[in-house]
C-alpha cells in the first residue's frame, strides 16, 4: 500500500537509514498486511474504510517501529495500537471519489503510524494486553456488522450531502 511507503519515503530521507534496512522494514509492512489480509480483509468494500487506512497506518507503524530498533514485541505492538484506534472507521468518498475524506484521512494516518511507533517504544519493551491478533479478529467481525451505507456506496455520513455515487 501507497500509504507505508509514504512513512518510509519519510524515514529515508529524514534519517540515515540505509537502502538495505529501508526494506527490511518494508518486509515487515508486508508481512503486517499480509496477515491482515489472510485473517480479515484489506478492502474497503467488505470491511470499510478500516480494512485500507487502518491496515495501512500498523503496516506503516511495524515498519518505523523496526526502523528504530524495536524488539518484535515492540513491533507487534506499535501495528497493534494503529490497528486498535482505527477500528470501526467507516468509508464514505464524497460522490464515489477517493478524494475527499480519502486524502486527508490517509494524511493522518501517516501522523498517527509515526505516534504508535513512538508509543510502542517508550512502552515497558512492548509489554501490552491486547495482541495484534486479537484486533485483526475483532476488525473483521466489526466490518461484518457496520451496514453497506458506510461501504463505499457513499450512501451514509458525509457522503450523502455531497453527491452519490457516480
Ligand atoms: S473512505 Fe476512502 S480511503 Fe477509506 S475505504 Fe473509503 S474510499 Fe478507501
Redesign the pocket.
Same mark, same amino acid.
Given at each position: 500500500m501507497w500509504r507505508d511507503t509514504c512513512v518510509l519515503y519519510h524515514l529515508s530521507k529524514s534519517y540515515d537509514f540505509t537502502d538495505q534496512r529501508i526494506i527490511c522494514a518494508l518486509v515487515t509492512a508486508d508481512l503486517v498486511g499480509n496477515i491482515v489480509h489472510t485473517k480479515a480483509s484489506i478492502s474497503?468494500t467488505e470491511i470499510?474504510?478500516q480494512?485500507? @487506512?487502518d491496515v495501512a497506518c500498523a503496516m506503516a507503524a511495524a515498519a518505523a517501529n523496526q526502523l528504530f530498533g524495536g524488539s518484535p514485541t515492540q513491533i507487534e505492538y506499535a501495528a497493534e495500537i494503529a490497528l486498535e484506534h482505527h477500528m470501526g472507521m467507516t468509508?464514505? $468518498?464524497m460522490c464515489g471519489l @477517493?478524494q475527499i $475524506?480519502?486524502i486527508e484521512?490517509?494524511a493522518y494516518a501517516v501522523a498517527r503510524a509515526l505516534d504508535s511507533n513512538i508509543y510502542s517504544t517508550f512502552s515497558s519493551y512492548g509489554y501490552h494486553r491486547v495482541s495484534f491478533d486479537k484486533v485483526v479478529e475483532t476488525m473483521k467481525e466489526t466490518g461484518k456488522d457496520i451496514p453497506s451505507l458506510y461501504k463505499?456506496t457513499s450512501q451514509g455520513k458525509l457522503a450523502k450531502d455531497y453527491g452519490q455515487m457516480i
Open positions: 474497503g470499510d474504510c480494512g485500507e @487506512v468509508c464514505d $468518498p @477517493v $475524506p480519502c484521512r490517509n463505499e
